[in-house]
Structure formats: structure tokens, C-alpha cells
């Protein structure tokens, strides 16, 4: 059971840090306190006798020290007894607090590297929150088997989020994560691996030899393939695309098709022009839920991207080429890259792509930037000229 300030949006301390933190209590923003009570999260403001929410830490502890003798009641008189929170129940109230805010499989992955956390510090005889320290965790990464150092990275993250919740909310007075050297990742470049013209024709052409499935299914698959080639979204912004999402508008040369919508994985805004016979494709495409072209909208889209990822599988087997690895990524490296080829500058590409920042889509595709380089020669070849002139 602790006590917590529970900050207001405007407060200037809610999202602080270090110092900023630690002088919240200046703040007028109400104390609450939080308990578990037979497996139930439980939270209420800390009301002065007067029966009106208290700002202050001090009143906080003594309506603490004087009323839990005679009453008992958390609800009337907090205990802050930070720390006695044991590593079980910190993670219990972790997990509760974020079911509401997480998605299925972000929560998944959370209550694995939580729960491997807790069996850790259960074998080195750690019980209490405040026990845990940076040597405890650097032991414990020391007994990772992660074969990818994305899953490592990915791990530890889990694990960073968690001491930062904990410290927020007075669990601990020092997060140990703060010094805990990150794991090193490196760059992801040489995992590109576009289509060249020819292979992308093959795979388009392997759908409709594809033995164990439908008619529908096969119209289906392939023009989701055309979409995620031709507009550069991902699987998941591709199966939960929905058909107001494809707009068009008539000009002097005709109509045009684009596809409008924004990024789930970064919220950026797309709005990018597809072929007309790509658009063609997908209204052709027969689906039971009236609003999608692909996503039957009753499952989850993590559910409706696992079900086309298996029939890509079967797809790119059938065209002999390697299923290991992530598949529809691949339509959309080669929409990058086609447009890098081309000439198309790289800050165009990334806005196209809904990258956060045009230094990721550097980081990923720099060796195609064709015009840069372009541009790069054009500089290099002019300094040079200025340098001959001189002699």
C-alpha cells in the first residue's frame, strides 16, 4: 500500500524527471493512495478531515500515523510504506494499471519479461522492490538466451518501463535502470531486401498457382500485394485499411486514386497516389465487413495480419523463394527503393513511408539514395574543376 501524488495534465511536474520529481510535492495536486484488496487494484484520494482531497505529503503521513491505529482503513488513513513493496506485488499492480492502456500482445510480452524477472530475483532470495539494484540486473541479463539483440533490447525496455512506473509512483526511491548500460543494436540496413522487377512479377504470378487456396482468397492476396508494393504501407496499416481510406479525384487526365490514412505503428499521415489498376484490384476485392477492404473487423488486426502472413507464406513458397524472415516487408522495401532509384528525394520517400524522422529512413535505405548521391558527385566533381583552375 503507498501514497502518490496523482498529478493534473497542466501540472509541471507530471511528466518531470530527476529533480523535477523529487520537489513534486510543491504542487497542489491531490495525494492518493493504492492498494491491492484480494487481487483487486483499489485507489482513492487522501481526504483531511474535513473530508476534501489533501495536496500535501506531510498531512498525507500524519492522517497516516494517526487514524490507521483506530481505523484500519487505507481508504481513510494511507500507510506510506514504499518501502516494504515486494517485487511480486509491484509487478502485480504494473500489469493492472497498464491492461487498461496496452494492447493483447504488448501485454503478453510484458507479463513473460516480468514474470522471468520475478523468478530471477525469487532464486537470488530478492523479495523486496528496493533490494533489486543495477548488479542484480546486470546478473540477471548475464543469464539472457535472446539469440537477436532486438530481442534483448526489447526485453530490457519492458524492464526500463516498469522501474520508471515504480519510481513514479514511490515504490522506490532510486530506479536502478537509470545506469543499466543498453543493449547495442546494430544497424538494420543490410536486412533490406527489396524485390527486383522480375521477382516481384514472379510472386504476383505464384498467387494464382497457389493449390490449397480460394478464388476469393487469391484476389484477395494479391491485391493487398499490389497495395502494400505500390503504396509503401505495412501489413497491418494494409489488411485494416478501410475503403473510405481510398478516395478519388477527377482531373484533366482522369481519375486518380489515393490512398489516405495514417500510420499505426507512428500516427504519421499517408497520402499517397497508387495506380488506378491497383485501385481496381482492391474494389474488386469480396470481403463480409462492409467498412474494409481486408480486416474482417470482429478479429484483432494482430489476428487479421497472422492470418495474410500465412497465405503470403504460401505465396512465396510456391515462387521458390525463401519464407524466413518478414515477408510483407519486403513489398514495402521495394517501394522505397523503387522511388530512390528514380531519383525521388529521400524526405519525400520517408513522409511517403510514415517514418517518424527522415533519419530512419536513412538509416535503412542509403545506398539506394540515388539522388543524393546524384547531388553529392555533382558537388565533389565541381570542387574539383574550382581546384584544376587554380594550377
Known amino acids: ?90 509487478i502485480a499492480t504494473f500489469l493492472n494499471h497498464k491492461s487498461a492502456e496496452w494492447e493483447a500482445g504488448t501485454m503478453a510480452k510484458a507479463k513473460l519479461t516480468l514474470k522471468r524477472l520475478q523468478q530471477f530475483c525469487d532464486s537470488q532470495g530478492v523479495t523486496l522492490l528496493s533490494d533489486v539494484t543495477l548488479e542484480t540486473l546486470d546478473n540477471w541479463k548475464l543469464e539472457w538466451t535472446f539469440k537477436s539483440p532486438i530481442a534483448k533490447r526489447n526485453n530490457q525496455e519492458r524492464v526500463r518501463a516498469f522501474f520508471r512506473r515504480c519510481f513514479e509512483l514511490g515504490y522506490i526511491a532510486k ?31 505464384a498467387v494464382d498457382h497457389v493449390k490449397d487456396m480460394t478464388a476469393t482468397q487469391t484476389v484477395r492476396v494479391k491485391a493487398l500485394m499490389n497495395l502494400q508494393r505500390w503504396s509503401g504501407l505495412s501489413l497491418v496499416d494494409a489488411v485494416c485499411l478501410s475503403k473510405d481510406e481510398l478516395q478519388e479525384a477527377k482531373t484533366k487526365q482522369g481519375s ?15 497520402n499517397n ?70 531519383g525521388v528525394d529521400i524526405r519525400k520517400v520517408s513522409k511517403a513511408l510514415g517514418h517518424s524522422s527522415v533519419t530512419i529512413t536513412e538509416r535503412y535505405y542509403t545506398r539506394w539514395n540515388k539522388a543524393q548521391q546524384d547531388l553529392l558527385d555533382d558537388d565533389l566533381t565541381g570542387a574539383w574543376g574550382k581546384k584544376a583552375g587554380a594550377k
Open 1 to 90: 500500500m503507498i501514497i502518490y501524488k496523482r498529478h493534473r495534465q497542466d501540472c509541471q511536474y507530471k511528466n518531470g524527471s530527476g529533480k523535477d520529481r523529487d520537489h513534486s510535492h510543491r504542487c497542489t495536486c491531490s495525494v492518493w493512495v493504492e492498494w491491492n484488496a484480494s487481487g483487486k487494484q483499489q485507489r482513492n484520494p487522501v481526504r483531511d478531515a474535513a473530508g476534501q482531497p489533501t495536496s500535501s505529503w506531510s498531512e498525507a503521513d500524519k492522517l497516516a500515523s494517526a487514524n490507521t491505529q483506530s481505523t484500519g482503513n487505507p481508504s481513510v488513513a494511507p500507510q506510506r510504506i514504499a518501502s516494504t513493496v515486494t517485487v511480486a506485488d509491484a
Open 175 to 205: 530506479n536502478p535502470t537509470l545506469l543499466w548500460e543498453r543493449v547495442k543494436v546494430k544497424n538494420q540496413a543490410l536486412n533490406v531486401n527489396p524485390f527486383e522487377p522480375k521477382e516481384y512479377a514472379a510472386v504476383v504470378k
Open 256 to 270: 486518380v486514386y489515393r490512398v489516405v490514412t495514417e500510420r499505426q505503428k507512428t500516427e504519421a499521415p499517408i
Open 273 to 342: 497516389v497508387i495506380p488506378s489498376d491497383v485501385a481496381e484490384l482492391l474494389l474488386e476485392a469480396k470481403n463480409g465487413n462492409a467498412k474494409y477492404f481486408f480486416w474482417t473487423g470482429t478479429s484483432t488486426p494482430k489476428s487479421a495480419v497472422s492470418y495474410f502472413d500465412k497465405l503470403y507464406r504460401k505465396v512465396f513458397a510456391q515462387a521458390k523463394i525463401p519464407t524466413n524472415g518478414k515477408l510483407s516487408h519486403r513489398f514495402r522495401h521495394t517501394f522505397a527503393v523503387e522511388l530512390l532509384k528514380a
